[in-house]
């Protein structure tokens, strides 16, 4: 089976290009699970409802966040009550919504997505490593197919995950920082493996903000609001294919669209 994992999507421009690809790719690419990071969806900070509802009216299956997943507070009560939305699992437990699920792609496989957050240079958060760990133990043994999220700033961080995950999940795929890497492989125990996805979004820009404006908060030091950018737009994913009986990868491709 082929899933389809898209990187941070990053205000209208990366939203108007998941609405206008999503469908053709899923077609072409015979897509059974279709997931998108949409932590920078809303103006680059955060996810509303409206918006939520609107990428999963474009074919996307489940949502996955970061450290920006509270920036908007409508979101707070929705994502308690919409399953398809989550947040990073090593959050405390008592905050709304949930940071993993186990359900059934498009084909009937059974599949488990879980959302982690890195803690270096980020918010203070449980230990992802243990979380994971936790959260595999509880699993059913027999859903096969594990895809995990793992939003973190630190390159080693992530490939410390993948080695920590390797044969136990069908692929790790790291997101936040808005660059796509191009070191995707298959590790030696059947787990898929990329540092970043990359961002969906206007890459005429720095890391999807106006580039005045972050240059300017660069030179300057100065608190400066930043604004996502319009021009440049690209979507970046990552395609992994999965033996369902094994939950082992069987291939990994970086995608890319213009």
């Known amino acids: 089976m082929n899933i389809l994992f898209i990187g941070d999507i990053f205000a209208s421009p990366g939203r108007a290009l998941v609405g206008r690809y999503l469908q053709e790719i899923i077609s072409a690419e015979k897509i059974q699970l279709a997931v998108a990071n949409a932590e920078n969806s809303a103006g680059g900070f955060g996810i ?24 908007k507070k409508e979101i707070f009560d929705y994502i308690g009550r919409e399953p398809r939305l989550l947040r990073p699992a090593n959050y405390p437990a008592e905050l709304p919504g949930q940071g993993w699920i186990a359900t059934k792609a498009r084909d009937g496989t059974p599949v488990a997505v879980i959302n982690l957050q890195g803690r270096t240079h980020m918010p203070a958060t449980d230990c992802p490593f243990r979380k994971a760990d936790e959260i595999l133990g509880a699993l059913d043994p027999t859903v ?42 298959i590790l030696s125990g059947g787990t898929a493996y990329q540092t970043d ?10 890391i999807g903000s106006e580039k005045t404006l972050a240059l300017r908060r660069f030179l300057t030091g100065m608190p400066i609001r930043l604004e996502s950018a319009k021009g440049g737009g690209e979507l970046h994913a990552t395609i992994v294919s999965v033996d369902p009986t094994t939950g082992h990868a069987q291939e990994i491709r970086r995608y890319t669209r213009t």
Do not use: C, Q
């Open 197 to 206: 996805v990359g961002m969906t979004g206007p890459y005429d820009s720095v």
């Open 144 to 185: 096969k197919v594990r895809l995990v999220d793992f939003h973190a700033e630190l390159t080693s961080e992530k490939e410390a995950m993948g080695w920590h995950l390797n044969g136990r999940v069908s692929a790790v795929l790291g997101t936040h920082t808005h660059v796509p890497t191009a070191d995707e492989r």
């Open 48 to 71: 509303t409802p409206l918006i939520a509802h609107e990428l999963f009216s474009t074919g996307v299956d489940l949502l996955t966040t970061g450290n920006h997943v509270w920036d």
